[in-house]
C-alpha cells in the first residue's frame, strides 16, 4: 500500500527553522499534487502549502514569504522549509499525497502519520 513518511519535525524557538520531508512509497503510478496540512489541538486539518507534480505551488496566507514548499518528482518526495517560525505554527503537519495506484482505479488522497511541530521559547 501507499505509505507517506514524514520527518524534520521538533522543537524550535521563534523565529527559528524547520524543514519537513515527506517521501511516498509504495504502489504508485503517478502523483499529482502533495501538499502539507496542520492541525492544532481542537481545529479543523487546513491546508499550508501545496504543490502539483508541474510545479505550480499554493500558500494560506499566514505562512507566506515564510514557507517553501518544493518537490523531488524522481523521488516522489515534498519538503516544507519553513522559516521565522512562530508560536501559532504549533501544530501536527500532515503530508497528502493524490495518488493514481493503477490504471483501474480512480486517484484519492494518501495521508502520512503526521510530524509535531512546536514552536516555543
Known amino acids: 500500500q501507499v505509505q507517506l513518511l514524514e520527518s524534520g519535525g521538533g522543537l524550535v524557538q521563534p523565529g527559528g527553522s524547520l524543514r519537513l520531508s515527506c517521501a511516498a512509497s509504495?504502489?504508485?503510478?503517478?502523483?499529482?499534487?502533495m501538499g502539507w496540512y496542520l492541525q492544532a489541538p481542537g481545529k479543523r486539518r487546513e491546508l499550508v502549502a501545496s504543490i502539483t507534480s508541474g510545479g505550480i505551488t499554493n500558500y494560506t496566507d499566514s505562512v507566506k514569504g515564510r514557507f517553501t514548499i518544493s518537490r523531488d518528482n524522481a523521488k516522489n518526495t515534498i519538503y516544507l522549509q519553513m522559516n521565522s517560525l512562530k508560536p501559532e505554527d504549533t501544530a501536527v503537519y500532515y503530508c497528502k499525497a493524490d495518488v493514481k495506484t493503477t490504471v483501474f482505479v480512480r486517484r484519492r488522497g494518501y495521508w502520512g502519520q503526521g510530524t509535531q511541530v512546536t514552536v516555543s521559547s
Open positions: 509504495g504502489p504508485i503510478f503517478n502523483i499529482n499534487a
